[in-house]
């Protein structure tokens, strides 16, 4: 089932054009980047799948249905830094959240560990640091339980640490089996926790699917020995790569990320008959093809 299905969606502000008709599908359970620079058109488009804002052109649709208020009741929203009142603690905070949805209280102590804060629970936010303030305020996001949620920016002005919190929290909620949807303009927090990516630039969409695809996040072995033309015969009989090269007097075997054995390639080899005088392994470089894709 796809989860959002943004079909030839254009959205102009007078003269601006901030969507110039972009189509992607999110699958259920992915965790799903909405990666561009700044400008590009990402807080726009969360802004228009949650009716906050209304489209020139185009469509979408929710659960595979035409979208209702009733189906955006299953997403929880984080779409800009939320007004918590500072002299109350976070159940006093997230009590004032459910009564705004028009649910029960019962979710606040689980929420609160998931996010955790149970500890701090009953301080007033003045008090929390700002990594703090944000996971209640994406705590208050995961109240009633929804099933889908988006985030715009969720690690904005988060030092590392909170950031990596934020990381956490996000596959920690994806493993429960949510399906997330986050706009970013960082490719590193992209390619930590996404599975699927749509990239953005002035309003076009550039490139989107599952990370591994839009990335190519392939490894490459290069090898080299003073018989190449015999090395690339042996090379031939290793059956777990994608491709192999011959580059530069070097040879190169491409793999999917995580999987190439130097070892076992070494030992391939030299059981051939082949001393290898060279063997080096390059990983696939994410942000290389993301400036690519960007400039
Ligand atoms: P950021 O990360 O900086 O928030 P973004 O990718 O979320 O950027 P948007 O905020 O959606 O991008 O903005 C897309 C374009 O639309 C930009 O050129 C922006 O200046 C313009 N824009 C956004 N909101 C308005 C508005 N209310 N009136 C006029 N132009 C707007």
């Known amino acids: 089932m796809a989860i959002l299905t943004v079909q030839n969606i254009s959205k102009n502000y ?17 965790v799903f980047g909405i990666l561009g620079p700044n400008g590009s058109g990402k807080t726009t488009l969360l802004s228009i799948i949650m009716n906050v804002l209304k489209a020139t052109n185009g469509s979408y649709k929710l659960f ?4 209702t208020d009733a189906l955006r009741k299953k997403i929880g929203t984080l779409l800009e830094t939320p007004n918590f009142y500072h002299y109350l603690s976070a159940v006093q905070n997230l009590k004032i959240s459910c009564a ?68 956490n929290l996000i596959k920690s909620l994806s493993a429960k089996g949510k399906t997330i949807i986050m706009a970013s303009h960082l490719l590193d927090e992209v390619e930590k926790v996404c599975t699927h990516v749509a990239i953005l630039k002035q309003g076009n969409l550039l490139a989107s699917g599952s990370v ?5 996040q392939n490894d490459i072995v290069q090898v080299a020995s003073d018989n190449n033309i015999k090395l690339k015969e042996i090379l031939n009989t290793i059956n777990n790569c994608n491709s192999i090269n011959v580059v530069n007097e070097k040879i190169e075997l491409s793999y999917n990320a995580g999987i190439a054995n130097l070892a076992a390639i070494n030992k ?19 942000e290389s093809k993301f400036l690519e894709l960007t400039n």
């Open 100 to 167: 705004i949805k028009g649910i029960g209280e019962d979710d606040i102590e689980n929420v609160l560990q998931t996010v955790d804060l149970l500890k701090r629970k009953d301080s007033p936010f003045s008090t929390y640091s700002l990594g703090m303030k944000q996971r209640l305020a994406i705590g208050a996001a995961l109240l009633g339980s929804p099933e889908v949620l988006v985030f715009d920016e969720p690690t904005n002005g988060l030092d590392p640490v909170g950031i990596s919190e934020i990381r």
């Open 268 to 286: 391939h080899c030299f059981d051939n008959g082949i001393v290898l005088t060279h063997l080096q392994l390059k990983k696939s470089n994410f």
């Open 212 to 216: 591994q695809d839009v990335f190519n």
């Open 64 to 67: 595979d249905e035409v979208a």
């Open 14 to 30: 007078g003269a601006i054009n901030a969507l110039k008709g972009i189509t992607f599908e999110v699958p259920a359970g992915a």
